[in-house]
């Protein structure tokens, strides 16, 4: 038979609410079906009907009460049954709903526990830490030490010069460059306000120094250019101060200013290396290639160590695209092959396998 006929079957007998009735295979369809063709039902069938409360039902069937009755005593048991499934729906919802809010507040009353408890909310906050200072696992043997420091950097606070020694030195993989930029940021920040207090500009050579590896370029510019004014400086803090001012522009890209006040450096002390340093890198950016290996070879010969020098070239040749960073690389060895040899080979290599060059892939 098809559904429509079973639909049928089921609204002629006002069984029509009882997914039974429609089934074919189900015991109420049978029962409509021997029902609808005059048939005997059997005893059995009978007590299914009665236990159903299909009471109207069993009285046709059983000849027991004549159609007209049989529908109007069959439609109030239709209406009694459907009143009762709206009645048991609506309080399953609402037993649904209670069971769902008291899997809420134990869940709230976990997590509450979970943020009183101590050594969890001590976890969280040393785990929080970490993320912020881009630091993942941390041995046994540093990890109270290094928290301690973290959370001093993160409450402003400055770090012993042993501290950051010890970081440097024994726990070097926990000095990240987030921390790092953090400390310089703190040491900075510091040395601004003793110059501010005392008005000793030397502060202000340290502090822009500190700003400036905080990548906060701007800030430097500001504290020497207020320290330049004074009129009361000595050739040697002038040129520091013009030293630190245009390592900064530098890092702003520019050139023209951070050159001219590398050479106002170097006349007011024409024996220091470090104008020399500033000039070589800013030459060298500027496409300058002879001039930039001059200026760094005289700040050799004033006392600057290769090793410092080979830093300061990092720095540049980071900054570059590759080509240009090929060509100074190629210049640098020719003119000196020895003492260049560690740049050969070092670029197109780290090209193609990280795809550009980072500061802590040159390291």
Known sequence: ?????????????LVDDLPGAHQPGARLHGIL????????????ARQFLASTGLLALDA????????AEFQAQAAKERNSRIQQASIKAAEAEVEAAKTAAAKADAVKATFAAM?????????????????????????DEHYGRVIGLLKQVEKGQRLRTEDVAWLRVEAEYCWTDELQKAWH????????????????????????GHWRKANDA?????????????????????????TTRGGAMRDLRRLEEAEALGRQAHSLTPADYRPCTLLGAVLLERGDLAGGHDWYAKAEQLGASRKAIDQDLRSVLVRLPLQERQRICDYLVAEDPERFAWLLGRWESRERGQGRVTKAGLA
Do not use: C
């Open 185 to 208: 940021r703190l040491e900075a920040q510091a040395l601004t306000e003793a110059w501010e207090r005392t008005g000793d500009a030397w502060n202000v050579v340290n502090a822009s």
């Open 1 to 13: 038979m098809n559904p429509a006929h079973n639909s049928a079957l089921a609204q002629r007998y």
């Open 115 to 139: 943020a009183n408890d101590p050594v969890l909310r001590r976890k969280r906050e040393a785990k929080d830490l970490r993320r912020r200072f881009g630091l993942g696992y941390v041995d």
């Open 33 to 44: 079906q021997r029902i609808d063709v005059g048939a005997q039902i059997t005893p059995l």
């Open 60 to 67: 046709l069937a059983s000849g027991q009460l004549p159609l």
């Open 218 to 242: 701007e800030r430097a510019l500001s504290v020497t250019e207020k320290a330049l004014v004074q009129t009361s400086l000595s050739p040697k803090l002038q040129s520091a101060l013009s």
